[in-house]
């Protein structure tokens, strides 16, 4: 828990001077997640947002990002509410469509912002075809990792630059610790990372760090159960008469089911489904006894929530339109309880 760290002289340390800077805890954290990912580095943050904040801040005045329509709420807040009033701009596509990609670059281009799968409709884009087309282009590319986790995705095998994640969710696991890590393979991004991580100062403390080592040692665990009790959830509320469309990737009637099949190793714990209108949507999560109506994914307990009013109420309503996050969709983050129990449960609320 050491802010400081006594030297043995001026300018001579011991790897650690300021905790800011380097603490042994976080890199201990940092070399766990790296190794998670396959990556040479690792930087951890103090959230999700801490880290996309420091990786945004390599990009200039002008420089133009393309990404992702179906995107975590909090990501289009950054992009559209803070970093354009610095000169930056932004391009909204269906990355899932490699040719939209393609189409909405210019030479200004400096990076594809990719979620796979997406937050909330769990589109997959094709990780490796992207980074093909932004790459000739001089551009790099980035992946929010966090619904797929390092256990059963890994970008930076795909062609990606550099992986995200909110590692509150399942990388922590328990809904006690927000973080945030950021991964690559390149010696000189890193540096540069490396330097804003510590001019930025969006670090985490070392019992966060602690935290969230001790969530890592359940991650297989956790997401292979938390995988297989979502797809037996998705192919009950396909069948259910109530349920108007069901967003996982693990359904045959997914449209990238392919391609998740290839990228993935199982489909994760996400599913997102639509019901006829606002006023259902309300009524059922209201009904839910062992769903918890709540923000936020990824651990033991399973979670219910409406995007439309909560995790993605910053996005204007014409872009969630656009985008087809609709007033009647409902996103859950299936935990590791019974499944016949999780199932049961909806279907008295959809009842």
Same mark, same amino acid.
């Given at each position: 828990?050491?802010?400081?760290?006594?030297? &043995?002289?001026?300018?001579?340390?011991?790897?650690?001077?300021?905790?800011?800077?380097?603490?042994?805890?976080?890199?201990? $954290?940092?070399?766990?997640?790296?190794?998670? !990912?396959?990556?040479?580095?690792?930087?951890?943050?103090?959230?999700?947002?801490?880290? !996309?904040?420091?990786?945004?801040?390599?990009?200039?005045?002008?420089?133009?990002?393309?990404?992702?329509?179906?995107?975590?709420?909090?990501?289009?807040?950054?992009?559209?509410?803070?970093?354009?009033?610095?000169?930056?701009?932004?391009?909204? +596509?269906?990355?899932?469509?490699?040719? &939209?990609?393609?189409?909405?670059?210019?030479?200004?281009?400096?990076? +594809?912002? $990719?979620?796979?799968?997406?937050?909330?409709?769990?589109?997959?884009?094709?990780?490796?075809?992207? =980074? !093909? #087309?932004?790459?000739?282009?001089?551009?790099? #590319?980035?992946?929010?990792?966090?619904?797929?986790?390092?256990?059963?995705?890994?970008?930076?095998?795909?062609?990606?630059?550099?992986?995200?994640? =909110?590692?509150?969710?399942?990388?922590?696991?328990?809904?006690?610790?927000?973080?945030?890590?950021?991964?690559?393979?390149?010696?000189?991004?890193?540096?540069?990372?490396?330097?804003? &991580?510590?001019?930025?100062?969006?670090?985490?403390?070392?019992?966060?760090?602690? $935290?969230?080592?001790?969530? +890592?040692?359940?991650? @297989?665990?956790?997401?292979?159960?938390? =995988?297989?009790? @979502?797809?037996?959830?998705?192919?009950?509320?396909?069948?259910?008469?109530?349920?108007?469309? +069901?967003?996982?990737?693990? $359904?045959?009637?997914?449209?990238?089911?392919?391609?998740?099949?290839?990228?993935?190793?199982?489909?994760?714990?996400?599913?997102?489904? !639509?019901?006829?209108?606002?006023?259902?949507?309300?009524?059922?999560?209201?009904?839910?006894?062992?769903?918890?109506?709540?923000?936020?994914?990824?651990?033991?307990?399973?979670?219910?929530?409406?995007?439309?009013?909560?995790?993605?109420? =910053?996005?204007?309503?014409?872009?969630?339109?656009?985008?087809?996050?609709?007033?009647?969709?409902?996103?859950?983050?299936?935990?590791?309880?019974?499944?016949?129990?999780?199932?049961?449960?909806?279907?008295?609320?959809?009842?």
């Amino acid at each position: 828990m050491a802010t400081t760290f006594a030297q &043995q002289g001026v300018g001579e340390h011991k790897g650690f001077e300021y905790s800011r800077t380097g603490n042994p805890t976080r890199n201990a $954290l940092e070399e766990c997640l790296a190794a998670l !990912e396959d990556a040479r580095h690792c930087l951890a943050f103090s959230s999700g947002l801490g880290a !996309e904040t420091t990786l945004m801040l390599l990009l200039n005045p002008g420089d133009h990002v393309v990404y992702m329509e179906d995107v975590y709420g909090g990501t289009f807040r950054l992009f559209d509410k803070v970093l354009k009033r610095f000169g930056m701009t932004f391009t909204a +596509v269906d990355a899932s469509d490699v040719d &939209q990609v393609e189409a909405a670059m210019t030479d200004k281009t400096r990076m +594809v912002w $990719l979620e796979s799968p997406t937050n909330p409709l769990l589109r997959v884009v094709d990780i490796d075809a992207v =980074s !093909e #087309v932004a790459h000739s282009r001089g551009a790099m #590319v980035c992946v929010d990792n966090t619904f797929a986790t390092p256990y059963l995705q890994q970008p930076l095998h795909l062609g990606a630059d550099v992986v995200v994640h =909110s590692s509150t969710k399942y990388i922590g696991g328990h809904s006690d610790v927000v973080g945030g890590a950021m991964m690559t393979n390149s010696d000189e991004l890193e540096k540069q990372l490396r330097f804003h &991580q510590n001019a930025v100062g969006a670090v985490p403390s070392p019992f966060d760090c602690w $935290l969230l080592l001790r969530g +890592v040692k359940t991650l @297989a665990l956790r997401v292979e159960r938390q =995988s297989e009790n @979502a797809l037996e959830i998705a192919s009950a509320l396909a069948r259910h008469k109530a349920v108007k469309r +069901v967003f996982y990737p693990g $359904l045959d009637a997914h449209p990238n089911r392919a391609i998740a099949g290839r990228q993935m190793r199982m489909f994760g714990g996400m599913v997102s489904f !639509e019901v006829a209108d606002e006023a259902t949507a309300f009524r059922t999560l209201e009904r839910l006894k062992i769903f918890a109506l709540a923000e936020s994914l990824g651990a033991v307990e399973s979670l219910a929530e409406h995007p439309a009013r909560m995790t993605h109420a =910053s996005i204007p309503a014409s872009e969630r339109q656009r985008a087809g996050v609709g007033d009647g969709l409902i996103r859950l983050s299936v935990g590791v309880e019974d499944v016949a129990d999780l199932i049961a449960d909806l279907e008295n609320a959809l009842s």
